[in-house]
């Protein structure tokens, strides 16, 4: 079964989940309280539903991760070759991630969501969060098979490099054992569709429940937020990658974003990275034509380090709590800004919400009133699913550039 064949009915099936759910939704939203049947029947059916899809590709992640990335490393088999594409991975990265941020903030000091609200009363909390050395030794796996089972994507690939590089080391055993993953990985990509054949439904159950609960009402006061998030998002996609996919791989953008569609569609209704990721790695593989060894090894570390849109997001609301809270932030604190939001969303897990936690630690270390979160959390499941999009495009517009970079032809 080729996603390519499926893909375009797919698409338009996955579509009328999506717009059925919305619909569905609001409608029935008002009536949950009141009507028995719908609060304690249909609402947990369709709770059961939605979670057992993202279950279903949660449950993908860590032997697809593990196994294709020891594929993807021992392909690349030469060490420096690897440190090279890492080098190059790491600084593309970093770069979008913060030019994310400075849209972001640039439309929050236009657009000026917070402006009028003059919410008082709030002081900031004092700067919380692990030491950056902690962070750095927590990549170093103690016990692997213990990160597997806790799904600590960064040890798994650290992991997973050290295993791919010995094995092409090891010669002719350590073939076997690379061959052997190789079946693995394969196994798991048309697992993958098996599940996405279950998306139209996975996605209604999902929408459904979220219009259900915010309502079109919720939506009002926080318009310009949405708005701001969705347009920088819109802009980051328009600007930055379209500019990497033409300037730098000499492609048109519309065939990018076109051959990323299911994984983009799939990252804003599971409004999580990480159990995109399947989809991500067939799309980059199959339909931008990235080789193996490359797509293997950017597009994990991307889901776990890479989250361009969530980044931009916090910059947004970090200046949206201060607007609302009438604090002034001047140039030097909104760089401040830049530097604490591009090491927040690599720390964010590619999971619904996680960008939400990390902005405490933006807030923070801003000066800001932790208690902002409370203002942005009643719609972050809306901002989740532009900024998911976002994130995950930008580990496959990094993927084309350093498979070009490398001298690989696109599809
Ligand atoms: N949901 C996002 C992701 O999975 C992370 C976030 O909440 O910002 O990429």
Redesign the pocket.
Known sequence: MSMEKKGGSLLWKIGLGFSCGIVFGFAVGPMVPVTPILGNYVMPFLDIVGRIFLTLLRMIIVPLVFTSIVVGAASIGDPKKLGRIGVKTLALYLSTTAAAIVIGLALANLIRPGLGMNIAGATAAPLAGKPLLEVLIDIFPPNPFDSMVRANMLQIIVFALFFGVAATLAGEKGKRIVGAFDSVAETMYSMTFMIMNLAPYGVFALIAMTAARHGPAILAPFIKVIFAVYFGCFLHAVIVYSGMISLYCKRSPIWYFKGIREAMLT?FV???????LPVTIANTRKNLGVSEGVSSFVLPLG?TIN?D??AL??GVCAMFVAQAFGIDMPLSAQVGIVVTATLA?IG???????????LTMVLTSAGLPIEGIGLVAGI?AVL?AA??CI??TGDTAVAAVVAVSEGETLA
């Not at 964010?348 to 990390?358: C, E, Q």
Request: charged share 10%; glycine share 16%; net charge neutral.
């Open positions: 990252a599971t409004r999580a990275s990480a159990a995109t889901a989250m849109g969530t997001y916090q969303s964010t897990a590619g999971v619904p919400g996680g960008g939400l936690i990390m972050d989740d900024r998911t994130n995950v």
